[in-house]
């Protein structure tokens, strides 16, 4: 594959009723969907930028068994450069509650040659790449690497192929403020130590997207990297007001290479 570090990412196909439940409850299935398409699309941008200047493979994991014929045709033309999505390596999650899922496509990614993985899933599109930077750090230290999510879950976590412990995934209370605490629990219990990556929210609340709206007004550079967020934040009368036109003096992100 020509890279020995990957991201791996969970996503869905973002059909009503199937994505973002719990936002879904707040502000209607149709909207928390379409937000969810955003999310997918504009993470997944800064994801590729990033995996490029880094020499990082970025590694879909779609669930349940792979691309359907919609999820690749809207990947491909919002995202489009270079070979197409639906042509790309990808992980299938395949069965199970979510720890069975995560933990095959780790083992799937170990297969493929990949040495050094950190798993993130699409509920926080603004968060910086600089922690997955920190994130890989820590795993070329021998760490494994946990990126905490406020609600106690988290948003990242990597493993090398030495330091992978498969009960990390094993008796697991999952989408619960346990799980992150059960999680280092397992690893330690395997004989690893953990990096804590900085704290970081997922967007699952309708609270949570007004505050994330607040940030998209308040941070125009911010706002730049997640257009289709910004875009549908404003139609659904979200973000009281766009930001300003791209200006050519804001530099891209960059961050030291892991």
């Known amino acids: 594959m020509g890279s020995s570090a990957a991201v791996l990412v969970f996503l869905k196909e973002p059909v009503p009723g199937r994505v973002k439940s719990r936002l879904a409850a707040g502000i209607g299935t149709d909207r928390a969907a379409a937000v969810y398409r955003a999310f997918v699309l504009d993470w997944l941008e800064r994801l ?7 020499e990082v493979a970025i590694l879909p994991c779609p669930s349940p068994d792979g691309w359907s014929e919609t999820l690749a045709q809207w990947l491909d033309g919002e995202i489009p450069g270079g070979s197409p999505w639906r042509s790309r390596p990808f992980l299938p999650q395949g069965s199970g509650d979510l720890g069975d899922r995560l933990g095959a496509c780790f083992r799937m990614a170990w297969e493929m040659g990949i040495d050094r993985a950190i798993v993130v899933g699409t509920d926080s599109p603004d968060l910086p790449l600089g922690h997955l ?9 021998g760490d494994c690497a946990l990126g905490p999510a406020l609600d106690g879950g988290y948003y990242a976590l990597g493993f090398s192929d030495r330091t992978f412990v498969p009960s990390a995934f094993k008796a697991i209370a999952w989408s619960s403020d346990q799980t992150a605490a059960q999680t280092l629990t397992a690893i330690a219990t395997a004989g690893h130590s953990t990096t804590l990556l900085p704290p970081w929210g997922d967007i699952d609340h ?6 994330l709206g607040d940030r998209l007004r308040d941070d125009h550079p911010l706002a730049h990297g997640l257009p289709r967020t910004v875009e549908t934040l404003a139609r659904l009368g979200l973000i009281v007001e766009s930001p300003p036109p791209r200006s050519p003096a804001i530099a891209p992100e960059t961050h030291p290479s892991p």
């Open 133 to 141: 930077d920190l994130g890989f750090e820590a795993i070329a230290r």
């Open 206 to 211: 309708p609270e949570d997207l007004r505050r």
């Open 48 to 54: 590729t930028a990033y995996g490029r200047s880094r």
